[in-house]
């Protein structure tokens, strides 16, 4: 997996010096976009560059890529920069456009009605989550306290990941028919819809995930503009995308993107389809993404049918739920593309 | 109903030449805060006020008693300008705190069920809307398209709206205890949490409301500080307001917020107590507020038992949901103290 022209990714960065800008990845090494364009990214970050539309994100990257094989700039080492969180998060929305996992969920939570709500193919289920919470890739994720069921106060005991693709709206608009998508999204990262599955559990009937979920959600800074996928489409506007999951180093998973029912154009024309409009910076998960086979399920929930049949760790441990130390890395590429990760660790509150 | 000295309410307002200035309503003129502090007003907006908590706001609010007392400055007629959204939205999240709602809710939808889930008591029940289509009032609410059931798809046929109140966040913090909420918590406002009640029921399970209610969510552009409101507190965090909805300027529903459940400080000490962190913009709504008679409940879901049960109007029509040309104003009032009113029509797609 590389990081060559071909994808030069983006995000912001923090030098040793403290100081931002931003910045596209090439190999182990990240190129300050303000050699390209000092205007366009005076602000260290990549919000400028998400409003300014199709037409600049071509010529940035094409720009980026030249002045990367002139070697006409010095290059700065990855080692000495930190990737942070690169635009202003608007909205954030999270779907459940996975077949298998939206299955897998109906058969442990509804085991005597028909696995898929009746709404599930007619229309991509989604909600909004917490925009203050999404967290770059190494933020540590505090375990979350709150009611784990009737009467019952206290940590989480049901921590879980949620292995997701997630994508950023650049240019605003409202009902973007599908085949529009691009003229929109900027591009995709990974993300771990951290949930807290006692917590959710007690709370969601009738309004949804809340408590659950709105502690942390933690992304994968390097962006991958949609640009660099165009060989890796699949039927339309999906996506073949290979994602792997680890615990402390150990892979238990390994989804295929490529399985999804909902494509991201889909669940953008959806999120649109009632007028409400899309600004830039919005973010839209696809939901956990799971295939049918169980090692191609992308959260405890499904891999230990929750909690009711533990996992193996290579050391000799088993999981039922994520543990205070554990740490999880979400990894993804497309073909010989890597879309980078996105790591968090569980920490006690 | 008036807006004394007593009560200030904070907007930003536009006058007619486009320039946009901070402002406090004194009866029918406003005060440019410029006046009051030029530097922590320089945006036009109450952003940096909201931020610099509860010293300040209580500086600001006596210095500008100060200036309109002495008369010193020419206030601006209120006619002469535009109140606009005061302040820039973070997150956004809406609360069912009322009882009485919730209680009606059950009953409509689960009638052979306890009409209050197990959850109910024990936790405020709460879910994040969409920060995007906050609008102002006055602001035309276009009637959304969507999926009103299995293979319907088309406008929405069962219109509705929300009479709410709702609080805006200053201070950051997180796990923010019950006592502390007036050092994080602003003021207060009136909030419309328009509802596509066909849209909502086919999409709400698993993941709770989403295209049935992101579409607009109208509020007042004046915001009362809670320091106006000392004298007006019942029960701790409990406020004593009374609202007022009127149809097409029909009055058809008079609810009181004294009858919450849940507090204002109780709902931020739930949405805190996970860990999440609260920024300064975040709005939370109480939910639909709804007293025990049906003159006090406080959406057409009860007013007419889900459509089943037509609602007169003064002309001699009746409604059973929202029809293109209605207009729905929501007001309030604490003792002499007015809240203002949010306002919306509702337009064809």
Redesign the interface.
């Known amino acids: 997996m590389t990081y060559g022209i071909e994808n030069l990714p983006y995000a912001s960065v923090v030098d040793a010096d403290g100081r931002r800008f931003a910045a596209v990845r090439y190999g182990d090494a990240v190129l300050d976009l303000a050699h390209v364009d000092a205007g366009l990214f005076a602000s260290g970050t990549l919000d400028a560059l998400l409003a300014a539309g199709p037409d600049a994100w071509s010529w940035v990257r094409s720009d980026a890529a030249t002045v990367i094989e002139s070697g006409s700039v010095p290059l700065v080492a990855l080692a000495d920069v930190t990737p942070v969180l690169g635009f202003t998060v ?2 954030y ?1 999270d779907f ?1 456009a996975s077949e298998h996992h939206a299955t897998n ?1 109906g058969r442990i ?1 509804r085991p005597n009605d028909e696995p898929l ?3 599930w193919k ?2 991509p ?9 999404v967290v770059a890739s190494g933020t540590p994720v ?1 375990r ?4 784990r069921g ?2 019952d106060a206290g940590p989480s005991a049901r921590m879980d990941f949620e292995a997701e693709v997630a994508f950023v709206v650049g240019v605003p608009g409202s009902r973007i028919p599908e085949g529009d998508a691009h003229q929109h999204v900027f591009g995709l990262f990974l993300l771990n819809d951290w949930s ?1 599955r006692d ?1 959710q559990a ?11 979920k ?2 942390a959600t933690s992304v994968s800074p390097w962006i991958t503009p949609l640009a660099a996928l165009n060989a890796h489409h699949v039927d339309g506007a999906g996506l073949d995308i290979d994602l792997e999951v680890a615990i402390n180093g150990e892979v238990v998973s390994r989804p295929r993107f490529a399985d999804m029912y909902w494509t991201y154009a889909q669940l953008l024309a ?2 649109t ?7 830039t910076g ?1 973010v839209y998960g696809s939901g956990t993404v799971s295939g049918p086979d169980r090692g191609q399920w992308g959260c405890l929930l499904e891999l230990t049918w929750n909690g009711t049949e533990p996992l193996g760790l290579g050391d000799g441990s088993v999981r039922t739920w994520l543990e205070d130390g554990d740490e999880v890395v979400i990894r993804a590429a497309a073909g010989s593309i890597s879309l980078g990760e996105v790591a968090g660790r569980i920490t006690p ?1």
């Open positions: 608007a909205d929305v459940y969920a939570f709500p009746p709404n007619q229309i289920i989604g909600y909004h989550g917490r925009s203050g919470t505090v979350p306290s709150g009611m009737p009467g807290a917590i007690f709370e969601t009937v009738p309004l949804g995930p809340f408590l659950g709105s502690f959806h999120l389809s009632n007028g409400a409009p899309v600004r919005d509150e």
